[in-house]
């Protein structure tokens, strides 16, 4: 099983590992701070042992990562492994961000259903299954989600199940909600957000975010 550093501090954008094993340019770190695509986050960018990550997933509870042609790495070999880390907080506030706006949907609208998600550099999106125009009610959702982070929350972050690696975010007093990607500490490290609806077919609605620089 592969250590999920980031998961621990989320805010390290450098690590001292172990390489565990390799099969061909796909690479197993006995730790790592490189996240990789999971729950529509998409993957960290960045390095490890000088060489580009060229693609990284989930296998198991390990996580896989491709090098380029001829690393030469091998198992044992102590690597540094380092993470785009402006990539990886624009990442992290904008899921938490949309975490923000489904579970004001889901308070706010009993019955809708979250048909997909993406969380990349450049925005957020969340996809329902709900029959009407959502338009009319981003003002609000909007503004309640900008109330949240004025309030500058604490966001606590566990395992319910650390055998089988669940986890959580809470915020006290609002909501507890399953989820294992990575997450800023506090609320108020979002800043300012838009929120824009994108209409994607009969029964669907999307809702995509952006950071206000």
Not at 93 to 109: G, I, N, P
Request: one cysteine or more; aromatic letters at 10%.
């Amino acid at each position: 099983m592969t250590k999920k550093i980031f998961w621990e501090d989320p805010y390290q954008t450098r690590l001292l590992t172990q390489v565990s094993k390799i099969e061909g340019n796909d690479i197993c770190l006995a730790s790592t701070i490189f996240f990789a695509f999971s729950g529509g986050q998409e993957s960290d960018t960045g390095s490890i042992a000088g060489h580009a990550v060229l693609a990284a997933r989930k296998e198991g509870h390990d996580l896989l990562y491709t090098l380029p042609d001829a690393h030469g790495l091998h198992p044992g070999q102590d690597v540094e492994v380092c993470i785009d880390w402006e990539r990886r907080y624009r990442l992290m506030r904008l899921h938490f961000a949309a975490e923000l706006v489904l579970e004001l949907f889901y308070k706010s609208l009993p019955g809708i259903g979250k048909a997909g998600a993406h969380i990349a550099q450049d925005k957020a999106r969340i996809d329902f299954a709900w029959s009407e125009s959502i338009a009319p009610l981003l003002p609000a959702y909007a503004e309640q989600v900008q109330a949240i982070i004025a309030a500058n929350l604490d966001i606590r972050c566990a395992f319910d199940d650390e055998v089988a690696e669940r986890r959580y975010w809470e915020i006290a007093g609002f909501s507890r909600v399953p989820c294992g990607g990575t997450h800023v500490r506090r609320t108020g490290e979002l800043g300012q957000i838009r929120l824009k609806r994108n209409n994607i077919g009969r029964g669907k609605e999307r809702v995509e975010i952006y950071l206000v620089p």
